[in-house]
T-cell receptor
Framework: DAGITQSPRHKVTETGTPVTLRCHQT?????MYWYRQDPGHGLRLIHY???????DKGEVSDGYSVSRSKTEDFLLTLESATSSQTSVYFC????????????FGPGTRLTVT | GQQVMQIPQYQHVQEGEDFTTYCNSS?????IQWYKQRPGGHPVFLIQ?????EVKKQKRLTFQFGEAKKNSSLHITATQTTDVGTYFC???????????FGTGTRLQVTL
């Protein structure tokens, strides 16, 4: 357990509405990541952060934005949710840098109707 | 961009049988990691391999990193029902600050 929580754990929202998912860590790690998991695609990186206010895009960043104003919190925002963003979202941290192993939160299941 | 493929996508074995999943990258990797995800759970780190040709064991699990550092395998000897889940490999080229995950192999074990 790496002290990672995600909220909410489940959410159903309508197309076109904004949604923010929160990842909170208790161990002050520098590197944090947002992934989405879909059948047949494994885990795909959306955005990642290497420090407060330092973020970068992953392979599937379109339609998503992130913010990190505090070390412990990494927020993922869907500005205008679409049905293609229905997925399970995982947050992760790495303790020893970007090439080291990652520890995942419990996930958020998001359904966009 | 970097691609990491895994085969098979799914395997169903009887308890006691062996299981192997293979991971192949389109580019040379600096290291490779393996994760396990139980149904309804989150991915959990198993191991990291760094050296060409490296072999590591964890009880009934054997992990190998290919000589060219473009492929890897996970072998489970005498599977148990507790081995059920999806196994992912993940690698990076060392120039990127991120991992690329494979598509995963789902293992089902029945008595």
């Amino acid at each position: 357990d790496a002290g990672i929580t995600q909220s909410p754990r489940h959410k159903v929202t309508e197309t076109g509405t904004p949604v923010t998912l929160r990842c909170h860590q208790t161990e002050n790690h520098r590197y944090m990541y947002w992934y989405r998991q879909d059948p047949g695609h494994g885990l795909r990186l959306i955005h990642y952060s290497y420090g407060v206010k330092d973020t970068d895009k992953g392979e599937v960043s379109d339609g998503y934005s992130v913010s990190r104003s505090k070390t412990e919190d990494f927020l993922l925002t869907l500005e205008s949710a679409t049905s293609s963003q229905t997925s399970v979202y995982f947050c992760a941290i790495s303790r020893q840098g970007p090439l080291s192993e990652q520890y995942f939160g419990p996930g958020t299941r998001l359904t966009v109707t | 961009g970097q691609q990491v493929m895994q085969i098979p996508q799914y395997q169903h074995v009887q308890e006691g049988e062996d299981f192997t999943t293979y991971c192949n990258s389109s580019t040379t990797l600096s290291n490779i990691q393996w994760y396990k995800q139980r149904p309804g759970g989150h991915p959990v780190f198993l191991i990291q391999l760094v050296k060409s040709g490296e072999v590591k064991k964890q009880k009934r699990l054997t992990f190998q990193f290919g000589e060219a550092k473009k492929n890897s395998s996970l072998h489970i000897t005498a599977t148990q029902t507790t081995d059920v889940g999806t196994y992912f490999c993940a690698g990076n080229t060392g120039t990127a600050s991120k991992l690329t995950f494979g598509t995963g192999t789902r293992l089902q074990v029945t008595l």
